[in-house]
């Protein structure tokens, strides 16, 4: 037995001896670790490889057989690939630091890649990543805005409207975030910030199940990494020259200066970037006489982002944005002429700061606080109604309207060290606490239907006080468990629970997915979340505005219904919470020649949605026996918020993606999809459009959609090619009468099939002893009409007729790239 036992130990002692093992940190080049990075360790005499992903603090461990030569790959997004750095590993413990240099435009030939990295064994959702280059490569038009930018994502659909749509989903059901804070509009939940490509590091978008950390997003989440600065000075600049064009005439047109600088405020220890965008735009209405066919309008933003390394575990990164707009004419159109339109003003300021403490064995504890506030206005160029005509828009807007809004929002979140029971577990938790703000002064003069012989049939006048304030305070948290069961099995569970003081429910949200790998570059992974929609503050300001009155006439004046009145009124111990239970299964593998394909399902059904239902037609209700200072009055309508809207979306795609080398890339995307809701057209103060059955198409459903991009070499040093094509099924769009009411199905008619193939030549020349991006090409080179406009007036003698959309347009970018 004693000889057993020395036989024993002395084995153990050989095999800890004989242990090799890398302990491995992976940062910025600013020194801030880097999460979720992938590490590929490669024995060099037999290939045998060794797969890693860093944790929250960049930290990684590596148990490899044998020691000797390996050599180590490690890709993240939104950085260049590090391949080939050789590292000799001995017997025991080998410490390495491995610097990932964060993706930017690189004009000397120094071959560096970005790979998108789409077989990642760290997460179990679907998600598409575009870093600065890819916004900078690829031709979308109006290029000098983020949103635009958006569109090249395969599960994003941009609207007529310029609105943009993730997962079938409306605008306010994507969570959007700038640095991990949330910058939805405090009001509409929409995603109105203006932030400049040359600002964003990259956009990470994950569809339909993000986890549990996300809880605000029923479609999906949007994710702004902001451009950061290292310890040399870098700056950009691209369209310093005002545009010449001549579409019905000669005028100065578009002009969209912006620029980026940054660098080191203290080498070694604190750096910044910032990023300036102004735009300038001189839109032309070409079924518009001159004179009366053109609206004006500038915008200016500014991105500022800073990092502090206090200690080397401890960084503090502080930033703002700032926007700013004005317009004069807004919403001309061919259907809007100048009398109909607005002044529109509007500004943000939105500023955040966060600690990050990195503890030992993986820990890591972060404090933030951002603070967001709008403020928009809109003046009328009178105080006439509003007329609506079988011919289009007369008289002046309606609304003159003040709006204040603001968000404060602090989160605090917990790393906790990785622990093994069955595999290896890593926890994160964390509370999200928000307090919304909202105020406004709306003054409402009316609208007017009328007939052919502009005879007036329906009569819509606004009263009461359109001054109102509305706060709302929400709080949630979280716990997440990334389970790695094994090297090629990663479980996902979670949970969190949201509460707000409007609706006073806590809820309770499960979240569960999972990765598997069964051979090398392949990864099938799915999942289910139930996920709450946000209450959504500008649904419960209505009762508290304005209300309707409306009368019917006949065409010779005769009063045949009203004056009747239409309110809204609100029970909130009757409301529900809205939830989403989303799922998706995919497919992810690596093709030969680094070709990344993707098939994925996502499938999102909503119930307990909100929706402003007529009580007077679906239940016998309490009627008011005085009201606007009317005994017995008479109600077309009494709008109770119920929470009885559903919506349903399916989504089956197929993607390839290949970076080439250096910055080249391509994709194509094809989507098969379905978006209803049983609840289309929102009944809101400011439309009172009448719709009977409001089940049908969401006005960005598109059936099929093509998408395809790329930046690619030419035969031609210096000398690139950029694309971008799109091919869809055109928007659906209702009927209506003269009187505002919607004729048929709701959505019934679509737009023609829409395409767009922007083609452009790029040559990257130095000149002066400084580096020049000199761009130039069409926008839609084939002419195809896409129309986004349309006469909907059944019986008007211009019914059908469609409008605007971009026609072909030659476009020239000059980017200053620095010194050479």
Do not use: C
Not at 507 to 534: E, H, N
């Amino acid at each position: 037995m004693l000889f057993r036992a020395i036989v024993a130990v002395s084995l153990a002692a050989v095999a800890v001896q004989a242990e090799v093992r890398l302990n491995g940190k992976v940062t910025s080049e600013t020194g801030k670790p880097v999460s979720g990075a992938r590490i590929k360790l490669l024995y060099l005499p037999t290939n045998a490889a060794h797969l890693s992903t860093s944790d929250p603090t960049g930290a990684f461990t590596l148990a490899v057989p044998a020691p000797g030569p390996y050599e180590a790959e490690i890709d993240r997004e939104g950085f260049f690939l590090l391949h080939s750095k050789r590292i000799q590993l001995s017997e025991g413990v080998t410490e390495a630091q491995f610097v990932l240099s964060s993706v930017r435009e690189v004009v000397t030939s120094v071959d560096v890649d970005a790979n998108p990295g789409a077989v990642d064994m760290d997460r179990t959702n679907k998600q598409t990543v575009l870093n600065s280059n890819d916004l900078l490569d690829v031709p979308f038009a109006a290029n000098n805005t983020l949103r635009n930018a958006l569109r090249v994502t395969p599960g994003m659909v941009q609207d007529g409207r310029g609105g943009i749509h993730l997962s079938g989903g409306t605008e306010e059901q994507t969570l959007y975030t700038l640095e991990g804070f949330q910058i939805n509009d405090p009001l509409t939940g929409r995603f109105e910030s203006r932030l400049s490509v040359e600002g964003v590091q990259s956009v990470e978008t994950t569809e339909a199940r993000p986890r549990a950390e996300f809880g605000k997003g029923a479609a999906g989440v949007l994710a702004l990494r902001s451009r950061s600065g290292d310890d040399k000075f870098r700056y950009s600049a691209t369209n310093f020259m005002p545009g010449v064009e001549f579409p019905k005439g000669f005028l100065i047109g578009n002009w969209t200066p912006r620029g980026n600088l940054s660098g080191p405020l203290r080498k070694g220890r604190a750096w910044f970037s910032d990023s300036m965008d102004l735009q300038y735009i001189n839109t032309v209405i070409q079924e518009l006489p001159r004179g009366e066919d053109r609206t004006p309008s500038w915008r200016g933003s500014n991105l500022l982002h800073t990092q502090f390394n206090l200690t080397p575990s401890n960084i503090l990164t502080v930033g703002s944005l700032i926007n700013i707009y004005q317009a004069t004419r807004a919403g001309l159109s061919a259907l809007d002429p100048k009398d109909t339109t607005v002044d529109r003003r509007s500004r943000q300021f939105f500023t955040y700061i966060k600690d990050q403490m990195y503890l030992s064995r993986g820990a890591l504890l972060e404090f933030g606080y951002a603070d967001n506030r709008t403020f928009t206005r809109a003046i009328p160029q009178g105080s006439e109604a509003l007329i609506l005509t079988p011919y289009g828009r007369r008289g002046n807007n309606f609304l003159d309207a003040e709006q204040h809004g603001g968000r404060n929002q602090v989160l605090a979140n917990v790393f906790l060290p990785a622990f093994h029971s069955r595999g290896e577990h890593r926890l994160k938790t964390g509370i999200d606490l928000d307090r919304i703000t909202y105020r406004q002064n709306m003054r409402r003069s009316g609208i007017t239907y009328v007939n052919e012989e502009l005879a007036p049939l329906r009569i819509t006048e606004y009263r009461g006080s359109g001054e109102l304030r509305r706060n709302n305070f929400e709080a949630s948290t979280y716990v997440q468990d990334d389970w790695r069961v094994r090297p090629n099995v990663l479980i996902e569970i979670g949970a969190r629970s949201d509460w707000d003081s409007i609706l006073s429910n806590w809820t309770l949200s499960p979240r569960v997915g999972f990765a598997w790998s069964p051979r090398d570059l392949w990864k099938v992974y799915g999942g289910y979340a139930r996920i709450i929609d946000p209450t959504n503050i500008r649904m419960f300001t209505r009762p508290w505005d304005q209300y309707i009155v409306t009368t019917l006439l006949d065409p010779d004046g005769t009063i045949t219904h009203g004056p009747a009145f239409s309110i809204y009124e609100i029970f909130p111990s009757r409301l529900a919470t809205p939830q989403f239970h989303n799922w998706n299964l995919g497919l992810e593998n690596q093709l030969p020649y680094r070709i990344q394909s993707r098939i994925s399902f996502t499938g999102r059904r909503g119930r307990n949605g909100f929706e402003y239902d007529n009580g007077l037609l679906s239940s016998r209700i309490e009627r008011p026996e005085v009201f606007g200072g009317v005994r017995s009055p008479t109600f077309d309508a009494i709008y109770q918020l119920r929470s009885q809207r559903a919506d349903h979306y399916n989504a089956l795609e197929i993607t390839l993606r290949q970076p080439i080398r250096q910055r080249y890339e391509w994709m194509v995307s094809y989507i098969r999809s379905r978006a209803r809701s049983s609840s289309v057209v929102e009944r809101t103060i400011d439309d009172p459009i009448v719709v009977d059955n409001n089940s049908g198409r969401l006005p960005w459903d598109t059936p099929n959609r093509w998408l395809s991009w790329g930046y690619l070499p030419t035969p031609f040093q210096k000398w690139s090619v950029a694309y971008l094509a799109e091919y869809r099924t055109g928007f659906p769009y209702f009927l209506q009468d003269s009187a505002g009411r919607v004729v048929g199905s709701v959505d019934q008619n679509r737009f023609p099939a829409f395409f767009e193939l922007n083609l452009f030549l790029e040559r990257r020349v130095g000149f002066r002893k400084h580096w020049w991006a000199v761009r130039a090409g069409f926008h839609n080179i084939t002419n195809h009409r896409n129309p986004n406009v349309v006469n909907n007036m059944v019986g008007s003698p211009e019914f059908g007729h469609l409008y605007g959309g971009q026609s072909r347009a030659f476009n020239l970018r000059v980017r200053w790239l620095g010194k050479q």
